[in-house]
């Protein structure tokens, strides 16, 4: 089992829809979660991160976290063909007396088909 | 303030040789850590260093190697490269400032790598 899952996609959504990007981790002790994006052919960007189970919001950017069932997940809303882009899901585990570690999922490609 | 920067962009060598990458982080960030990008496996942990110490690696052989200098600068080693090699290395520096800017990477452009 990866340590991070995302489907690679592509995620096809009409504009002005809601996209919705999933990933689950294996690491219990895992307490931090990012969601990065990446256009093609450039250098992967933070979004948003989230750190306590719930909802987070950031404009049209909802991250999810339910760390019980170990899945984390990133709305957006009203999607622009400009969100066109792969979304990386990032987890940092801190274990006792070591140091963090982040780890990658493979990305989930999203096309917002005008 | 300059974000991450990396040399070379591309680079194109043939199997057997070796390689080194460079990476210069955002000033003030103490964190570099490198990662290998390829469209089958993402993108994948190399190492971090913090303060000259590596701190953590990541499932690589040992062709794999870095080292960071008292400025921070980090260089990644290729020794014997292989077909496999062939992706975009990525370096991303973090800052110790609070917990958020702390497991925030910052990354560079990336030297894609193509080997013969």
């Known amino acids: 089992q990866k340590e991070v899952e995302q489907n690679s996609g592509p995620l096809s959504v009409p504009e002005g829809a809601i996209a919705s990007l999933n990933c689950t981790y294996s690491d219990r002790g895992s307490q931090s979660f990012f969601w990065y994006r990446q256009y093609s052919g450039k250098s992967p960007e933070l979004i948003m991160f989230i750190y306590s189970n719930g909802d987070k919001e950031d404009g049209r950017f909802t991250a999810q976290l339910n760390k019980a069932s170990q899945y984390v997940s990133l709305l957006i809303r009203d999607s622009q063909p400009s969100d066109s882009a792969t979304y990386l899901c990032?987890?940092?585990?801190?274990?006792?007396?070591?140091?963090?570690?982040?780890?990658f999922g493979i990305g989930t490609k999203l096309q917002v088909i005008p | 303030k300059a974000g991450v920067t990396q040399t070379p962009r591309y680079l194109i060598k043939t199997r057997g040789q070796q390689v080194t990458l460079s990476c210069s982080p955002i000033?003030?960030?103490?964190?570099v850590s490198w990662y290998q990008q390829t469209p089958g496996q993402g993108l994948q942990f190399l190492f971090e260093?913090?303060?000259?110490?590596?701190?953590n690696k990541g499932n690589f052989p040992g062709r794999f190697s870095g080292r960071q200098f008292s400025n921070s600068r980090s260089e990644m080693n290729v020794s014997t490269l292989e077909l496999g090699d062939s992706a975009l290395y990525l370096c991303?520096?973090?800052?110790?400032?609070?917990?958020?800017?702390?497991?925030?990477?910052?990354f560079g452009p990336g030297t894609r790598l193509l080997v013969l």
């Open positions: 990032a987890v940092n585990t801190n274990p006792p007396g070591g140091y963090q570690k982040v780890t």
């Open positions: 000033s003030g960030h103490r964190s």
């Open positions: 260093y913090f303060s000259e110490t590596q701190r």
């Open positions: 991303a520096s973090s800052n110790y400032r609070d917990r958020v800017e702390q497991e925030t990477q910052y």
